[in-house]
């Protein structure tokens, strides 16, 4: 049985637990037999992770990044770091000394995965990432090769657990924003800095890697309209929930003819829709192929345990030579070309408005001479009582029937300067009907 | 590029639709290149077939099964016959004669996987089964490598989606059992023969696959307790949804020790549990891992399309060649022990009860003794409303806490034979809380 002899750099939340599994030699060896080796273990914080790890003969725990990569008995690289600077640094020299590079790292792919994919195929070597995207969820090995013979029409969901936790405990416990945050941020579901998750960045990384794969080309992060929860307010998820609708931070790529729709922004999904009702932590991703029709893979999509599953499986697909072969074959790793998007303006989708009006006559009349201006067709409205008693200001809320983009936002304009709304309250959300 | 020539056995629903994927060169061309040959396609029904496929030069359509296994060309075989005879020898030949196998056939693996993946290892080749289980859903994959490096703890859902329709029709539309049954035939989700659907043996044969993979056991069907939904009335769906349930035809397998609880029956999900909103024919499988948690892939799990979507998956692995290396690699593929079931008499879970009654003081102390007496503890009791006007019998609905199977049957058994309990009509579900 041929050994894969492996060097794990970055050894914190997903590094311990992959490094823990390894020495446990626990399922991973049951399934392949005993065929990983664990050689190296770097990072900087030695005497926490010796601690942790009580390292057995044979692992050499160090903060020198060279060593494992001029190590000719290194067959594999998994990088753990983040970021991408160190972690890019490393990549490009395991890739040039001939080792296979395992990630999770869709910053880094995001920005680079195009240049990383050519340099790992230059060298014959491979680059895999199941743990980027959806935590233990196998969606791009569900992408990559369950659905190989799939056209696939689109694929959308919730890839932030951090953003579904604060929006979930939000309406669960009417909280407002920022408490909501402040305590994903105490339970650790989310970051001291929590701004790539929130201001939809971490959605916009995953969703470049998911079209690549899905639809075979390759997609500029700053391509990707993106717009975060940042802005989201209690009581518009209240109105939402009072129409049938749950608010979710989704990512959404859509064939459209010979274009791409690409986009992550928060959406009102119908209750009944089977990415509503998926909460807390929890990811969903939906994968409507032409022959397999819609597939819906749903679990937590961060943490150790759950990426430290996905990791581990890269590792079982290196070592066991698999992956190489699939990286070297397989359309969506070699050179792709670069996506055509729908320009962001064009994109159609209904629309939920939420004004803050004055509570005189004439309001309505004002706002509806707007929208049809701009070619908006209203659905529902809905005057909500006054937000707190003797406020002459009440919240309109309006459902509207698809109208593109650029249409929306040029009316949103208008109405923001009318003196009979409060325009710096108002409050856009976009309706999906996928 | 090294090509791959299929030969494929059965061109009925799904045979048609692979045939008609690898000859328009679409999707699976895009991703892997030009590797697949369809060369022959063999069916007794060669005037229909040569009317839909139009087959091109290079195609060689035979009734002939033994020509395409002397054909040395001839790299893969895809059994899509179904049944366990003329599929059995189809497979052992062709691994015999050195080719892989790719089947959608869960009968057959149920009743002869063991000797098959035997043989099939003792000739150096494989045989991927993805369409067997849940159609396009790529189930057998997540479990194969994506949680190769999990410990199951359990596996469960529903695989068999002529029975979720069924289901689902007679709950949306208030429809009894017969006529929901012939909806699905005339619409074609279930056979004119659905007794292999209906009586819970298709779903028992998937079970036996999972388990196989998921805990790396060798089950015998006849191990497996197995109640199908022929018995289901309209009434207790009904019941069971005013109680907050739904009822859904579950496959279950999960980890107890060092043994397995092995099991297919209809069973009662509260209505937030994911797999409770699953309807219509689709399939879902939640699988809880070690490390992963719980993961829930939803999706239709039969019909041409869906399924084969995961018969050319298995063919795209088997033209890299990566299935042959997991198949010789990982153990569920290998010699396995023999499962070591829970006794079902053993296994516990809470209850539904429906007794129709007489309309008489002192039944319900005359049921509750009898319960109490076999240790089994009342949750719930509902007096339903009588069937019909004047009739002196009344369903009573009784939930239990856990009890075992085997007092739950005892109990049952005595309170058929009260004078005041119309026996013959007392019916028992399960209520799952996994």
Redesign the interface.
Known sequence: MQKCTVALYGCGTVGM?VAQ?LLAR???N????D?VHLKYVVDVRLEEIRGVLQPPEGLVLTDDLAQPLDDPEVDAVVELFGGTTAARTVVERALAAGKDVVTANKALLAEHGDELFRLARAHGRAIAF?GSVA????VI??IR???????IESIYGIVNGTCNYVLTRMLEQEMPYARALAEAQERGYAEADPRLDIEGSDSAHKLVVLARLAF?VNVRLDQIPCEGIAGVELSDLRYARALGYTLKLLVIGIRRGERLELRVHPALLRH?H?VA?VGGAHNAVCIH????????????GAGR??T???V??D???IA???YR??FA????FGDVPDAHLVPFGEVETRHYFRLDCADRPGVLAKVANILGEENISIASVRQQEAAAPGEDVVPVVFMTHRAKEGAVARALDRINQLDVVRGERTRMLRVEDI
Not at 30 to 33: T, V
Request: aromatic share 0%.
């Open positions: 637990g599994a626990g399922a991973l049951e399934r392949i037999g065929r199941e935590g233990g969820i196998p090995a569900a090769t369950g659905l190989v013979g799939d056209r075979g009944d089977p009702g192929g032409s022959h397999v029709g819609e597939i819906v893979l749903t679990g937590l345990m759950p430290s599953s996905a581990i499986s590792i079982a697909r066991l030579g698999t072969t699939d074959a397989l359309s969506p």
